[in-house]
């Protein structure tokens, strides 16, 4: 008998990935020879710099090629914990033992998710928040409880909002500073009152710090900085935004170690190692600090540019609000009301691909509806002219 496939129950709650859907349209449309301004895509439009790629292509002439340990090989763990200490760690320094590397921070969050989560369990997570989160709790079998952040206050959560939405069954919340998709980023006593929080309750913290080098004015601080204790803390990182290695595919994290021998079990039993090559090509990038330190300023700074610009452009229109973005290379837009849709962010993210040809990504994909994502990480006048063209949808 032919098999129709039904969704067990295990996914029956998956939605696809909303970035990707706009960046495959776009991609589409771009087929058709239509020339769209793809302000969707989440990674920088930078090379991986040369020093990291040559450091990859020896390491596979040296025979790189072989299954490594499931939690990386030790130089690279040693490397992340040194890497890790040269901010002001709170309590003992960080060891490698506390470190696993997996395919890309994604599949650590995910990791610490199932290790850490599961029926029964609520999990606070402030809103908007980067896609993935939701459907990494879902899957993890345990209950999502947004806590929408304050408008008033870049979109962010203070301990009170997550106090207030907290229940009897919370067991941890994600954190993002800065943050995707707001840029967003929290200042040092806004997290520690978080933490504190978090600590006397007995919640797992899963900080995701992935775009903690891509900060402007005042930097953003990591909770390794902060956190008093790091019994309940999950600090997750990855090369792929800094050092414009997205597709190398390499992220880690940094938590207790008994947690870390779990997570290391899981990976061990779904994907292994990550490619031993990009190890290799992330240890070049974790060790090499004085070429890192240049590579990664340089894109900063040019990051730091595009910002400046496409807020300048922005305020050639002042009828339009957005949340100023501080650190990652995107801006939050607000469309509520637009054409009277009941999604507006779905509304206008249609309307401004085909009548203005510029790529962005709703806002539901980030649990707030009435915004649009605009991403400035690509050349400078199309992020310009990309958000001078949203800008001219929306005050049309
Ligand atoms: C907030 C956030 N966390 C994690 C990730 C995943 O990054 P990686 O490529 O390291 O898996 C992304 C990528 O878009 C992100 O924006």
Redesign the pocket.
């Known amino acids: 008998m032919p098999l129709s496939f039904q969704p067990s129950p295990n996914i029956a709650r998956l939605k696809e990935s909303a970035t990707l859907a706009v960046a495959a349209k776009a991609r589409a449309l771009k087929g058709q020879g239509i020339p769209v301004i793809d302000l969707g895509a989440?990674e920088p439009d930078f090379d991986t710099p040369a020093f990291i790629r040559q450091a990859a292509a020896q390491a596979i002439e040296a025979g790189a090629t072989r299954y490594t340990n499931t939690e990386g090989i030790l130089p690279l763990r040693e490397a992340i914990a040194a890497d890790a200490n040269r901010i002001q760690v709170q309590g003992t320094p960080v060891t490698a033992a506390e470190v696993v590397v997996s395919n890309?921070?994604?599949?650590s969050?995910y990791n610490a998710c199932v290790c850490c989560f599961g029926p029964g369990d609520d999990v606070l997570i402030p809103t908007p928040s980067?896609t993935s989160y939701f459907e990494m709790v879902e899957l993890a079998r345990a209950n999502c409880v947004a806590v929408p952040g304050d408008p008033a206050n870049a979109l962010k959560v203070t301990a009170a909002m997550l106090e207030a939405a907290a229940t009897p069954r919370t067991k941890g919340l994600m954190l993002?500073s800065p943050s995707?998709p707001t840029g967003a980023v929290y200042s040092r006593e806004e997290l520690a009152s978080i933490l504190a929080l978090a600590s006397e309750r007995g919640w797992w913290v899963i900080a995701?710090e992935?775009?903690l080098r891509i900060a402007y004015e005042t930097g953003a601080q990591s909770a390794l900085e902060i956190a008093s204790s790091r019994d309940n803390l999950i600090v997750i990182n990855?090369v792929?935004k800094a050092y414009a290695m997205?597709g190398w595919?390499i992220?880690w994290s940094i938590a207790p170690v008994a947690l870390s021998k779990a997570m290391t079990a899981f990976q061990g039993h779904t994907t292994s190692n990550p490619a031993a090559v990009s190890q290799y090509a992330a240890l070049a990038a974790m060790s090499e600090v004085a070429q890192a330190d240049a590579a990664v300023s340089e894109m900063v700074a040019a990051f730091r540019t595009r910002r400046d610009a496409v807020v300048t452009a922005l305020k050639a229109f002042p009828s339009v609000r957005y949340v100023h973005p501080e650190g990652a290379f995107y801006i939050y837009v607000n469309v509520e009301g637009f054409r009277g849709a009941a999604d507006p962010g779905a509304a206008f993210a249609a309307a401004v691909l085909e009548e203005y040809q510029v790529a962005v990504v709703p806002g539901s994909a980030f649990g707030t509806p009435g915004w649009i994502r605009a991403s400035y990480a690509t050349k400078q006048e199309l992020a310009v002219e990309g958000l001078t063209r949203i800008a001219r949808c929306l005050t049309a």
């Open positions: 989440g890309g921070s994604k599949q969050l980067w993002n995707n995701d992935i775009y990855g792929a997205t595919r992220g």
